[in-house]
C-alpha cells in the first residue's frame, strides 16, 4: 500500500447499494459541469435517518440546502461541513416527518462559476405506518469514520442492516469499510458498537462475494486457508460476526470475503479474540463504542516486505504485517479512547492485550489514517493523545 497522509484530501465514496448519479442543472446550461453531486437515495422513508453526500469539485466548493416556503429545516450537513476543497463527502441528516404530506429541499453545490441542483424528497408518514423515530439509535453523527482517502484501486463502502425497535423498523449503517481491489484487503473497517446491533441471531457462516463489487475485485475465501495449504492463517474478521447479531441479515454481511484478511490463526483466536470480546463489555459503558479495525500491508515511511497467499481463485491475496483496533467511547459530551497494534504473527498470551495498547494518535501515525475525523480538530487533539489505562480498565 502507497503511504497514505492526512492532508492527501482526495475523497471517493461508493455506497453499497450502487452509486446513483443525477442530472443536474447549471447556472450556463453546460453539460460539461466539472462539479457533482453523488447521494445514495433522492426519496427518502419519513423515519429519520443519514445518508452520504459525495462531492465532486478539483476546486474550492460551497454546499447549501433550499427549502420551499412555509417548509421547516427538515434535513441538515452534519457537523456544518458545508466548504471544502477538492473531492469528499460529507453526511446528510434528515428528521423524522410525522406529517402525512410528502416534504423536499434542494442541495445546492457551487465552484468557481458553476452551480448546480439536486433534489431531495422526503415521504410523508402513512396513516397505517407508526410514529417513525425521530433519532437513530446509536449516538452521535457517524463519529466511526476515517477520513475517507482514496488511491487508485480503492473504494469505500458502506454496507446497511435493518433495525426494528418496538414498532418501528428503521434502515441504518451496519459498517463502513475502505478496500484495495488490487491487494484485496480492506485497510480499515468502521462501525458503531451499540447494544442495538447485539440480539439473538446465530452466527450464520454465510460466507459470500461482497455484493457491491464485482467478485474479480475481491478475494474468494469460500473455504478456510488450511484447505489451500496455509495451515498457520484463519479467516479472519475485521468486523466480528459477534457484534452483529441483532438480525441474520446483520450478521450475514459480516461474512462478505471484503471483510476477511489472511490472519494468523494465533492471533486470531487468541488475544485478537479476547479484545474483541472485551470491545463488547466496554460497549455497556458508553452512548455508543465507535470502533475502526484495520489491517495495514506498510507503515508510514516504510517500506517492510509484503507477501501473498493464493485464494480459491487463485487470486494474489497481500498478507497484513499489521493489524490494529482503535475505539472512542461517548458517553454524554466525553469522550475517552483508547488504540491496539498487533502484528500479524503468533502471541504467546490470549490475555495481555494491554501490553499492546497505544494512543490514538500514535496509531494514526502509524497508519496515515486521520480516525474520528468527524469531531472537531481540537476535541480529536485532546483525546486522541490522552489515553489512561485506568479509564478503560487496564
Known sequence: MLDIRKNFKYIVYLICFGIFTFTSCSDDDSDTSSIGIVLDKTIVDASAGEQFIEIKASADWTLSIDFPPGTGQWCMINNSKTQGTGNTFVVLKTYANLDPEERTATIILESGSERIYQDI??????STDPDPDPEPTPQGNWLE??????QDGQKAITHYTSMTEGSVNKTVRNYSMLFDTKEKIAYWVAYPLHSSYIGSADRTDD?????VLAQAEQGNF???????GYSDFDRGHQIPSADRTHTRAANQQTFYYT???PQNSTLNQGVWANLETQCRSWMSKYDTLYVV??????TVGNNETVTYLKDHSNNQIAKPNYYYKVLLGKKGSTYKSVGFWFENKSYVSNKDFINYAKNVREIETLSGFNFFSNLPQSTQDEVE?????QDWGL
Not at 207 to 211: G, Y
Not at 222 to 228: A, C, D, N, R, T
Open 121 to 126: 424528497t422526503q415521504k410523508g408518514k402513512s
Open 145 to 150: 469514520l476515517p477520513e475517507i482517502i482514496s
Open 207 to 211: 460466507w459470500a462475494f461482497d455484493p
Open 222 to 228: 469460500i473455504k478456510g486457508f488450511v484447505s489451500l
Open 259 to 261: 471483510n476477511i484478511t
Open 293 to 298: 479495525t484495520g489491517a495495514l500491508l506498510k
Open 385 to 389: 493523545t490522552a489515553y489512561k489505562a
